[in-house]
Nanobody, 124 residues
């Protein structure tokens, strides 16, 4: 099984940038489709971005398209989420997730492996 650990969250002003990192151990990420999800207080956990096993294909939620970029380093076993032009509504706990099957999917229930989450807070 793969173990995932997020880092890089914090407090940033609106319009600013952050880069989240997800370190994987136990298995190589070439076997996993990876995703980033977020959960704001009192809300469901929502899909943010996903990347294929090879890193050649990506998928984004409409709300972050053009502002966030997901990337993957299969040598270092890392996944990243670069977040630009941050808005207060991006405030949430961000989770890294992995699945063994080949498709990037939106549903959190299709991802079997999760990190502990990292808080991102965007002030107005």
């Amino acid at each position: 099984q793969v173990q995932l650990a997020e880092s890089g969250g914090g407090l940033v002003q609106a319009g600013g940038s952050l880069r989240l990192s997800c370190a994987a151990s136990g298995r190589t990420l070439t076997s996993y489709v990876m995703g980033w999800f977020r959960q704001a207080p009192g809300k469901d956990r929502d899909f943010v971005a996903g990347i294929s096993r090879s890193g050649g294909s990506t998928l984004y939620a409409d709300s972050v398209k053009g502002r966030f970029t997901i990337s993957k380093d299969n040598v270092l076993n890392m996944v990243y989420l670069k977040m630009d032009s941050l808005k207060p509504e991006d405030t949430a706990v961000y989770y890294c997730a992995g699945r063994r099957l080949s498709d990037i999917v939106y549903s959190q229930y299709e991802y079997a492996y999760w990190g502990q989450g990292t808080q991102v807070t965007v002030s107005p």
